[in-house]
């Protein structure tokens, strides 16, 4: 039974990761007693409760869980305001300060239950139109077909510091990291990573067990991009298209303060 009171199976639920438990260190001093993902953004929300907010206005009816570390306090407080409006299941993760987010994926899909599974980046602000195109994107799959989506914007220009999206001649996912040089077939991602199916996962979790047993693994440069490189090789990596105006990421002070611009 969800909260609610009605049934569920768990090949209909939707787990949410959402990882925010580095000390955001470039965000300094705005997080110095917090992650990135509390910090608050002209309307007086923090990034987070934007999160939040944003599954809950979708059917998917999800469950949320956040790995946090620094300030978890904080996070806590955040948290208790927002329980009415969805699910939460938090998840500590103790290696936060010298360790990379594959640490927090990877404590979060041991954690999950539900067969398909969205992973979202804590710093990114995102409203509805992002997280609707999530839920049409995940109503078009088959739950016994593994399916991989990866959202994705086009952009006037982009800087040496966004994951970028190579797509191949028909627009189908090719190769995603910083370092690639833009061209017309190039994307920007959106931080949000879509995992349907029990198949699909548990490749995914094969990979991260894997990785976790080199130096990789734990380094700070590392990202769950590299692993959607890896997971196509297996499986087709299908772009989910979002408007850039439905998320933006917040890595710097200045990219906040640029932010807070646009929205005033």
């Known amino acids: 039974m ?16 959402v990882l925010m438990a580095g000390e955001g260190k470039r965000m ?33 009816n999800p469950t949320m869980f956040p790995i946090v570390g620094h300030g978890v306090d904080k996070v806590d407080q955040e948290m208790e305001k927002l ?8 998840i500590y ?23 398909r599974l969205i992973v979202i980046n ?3 602000l995102i409203h509805p139109e992002l997280t609707e195109e999530v839920s049409l994107w995940l109503k078009r799959q088959h739950p016994d077909q593994p399916s991989l989506g990866l959202c994705v914007s086009k952009s006037p220009s982009y800087t040496k510091d966004e994951m970028k999206v190579q797509m191949n001649g028909e627009n189908i ?12 077939r190039t994307c920007k991602s959106a931080g949000v ?5 029990l198949e699909a996962k548990k ?6 067990d894997r990785i976790l047993k080199t130096e990789d693994g734990f380094k700070t440069s590392y990202h769950w991009h590299n692993l959607v490189n890896e997971m196509s090789q297996r499986f087709t990596v299908e772009l989910i298209p979002v408007e850039g105006s439905s998320w933006c990421e917040m890595d710097t002070v200045e990219e906040f303060q640029e932010m807070e611009i646009q929205e005033h």
């Open 173 to 184: 996912f090719r190769e995603v990291g910083k370092h690639l040089v833009p061209d017309s």
């Open 2 to 17: 969800n909260e609610s009171g009605t049934t569920e199976s768990l090949d209909k639920a939707v787990d949410v990761i």
């Open 122 to 124: 804590g710093d990114t």
């Open 193 to 197: 990573f879509v995992v349907n199916g």
């Open 203 to 208: 490749a995914l979790a094969e990979k991260l």
């Open 83 to 90: 329980r009415s409006r969805i699910r939460f299941q938090k």
């Open 93 to 115: 993760n103790p290696f936060y300060k010298t360790t990379g987010p594959v640490i927090s994926l990877w404590l979060g899909i041991l954690a999950s239950r539900a067969e």
């Open 28 to 60: 300094r001093p705005l997080t110095e007693d917090r992650p990135k993902a509390l910090l608050k953004v002209p309307d007086g929300k923090s990034i987070f409760t934007h999160i939040a907010e944003s599954f809950a206005a979708t059917a998917l």
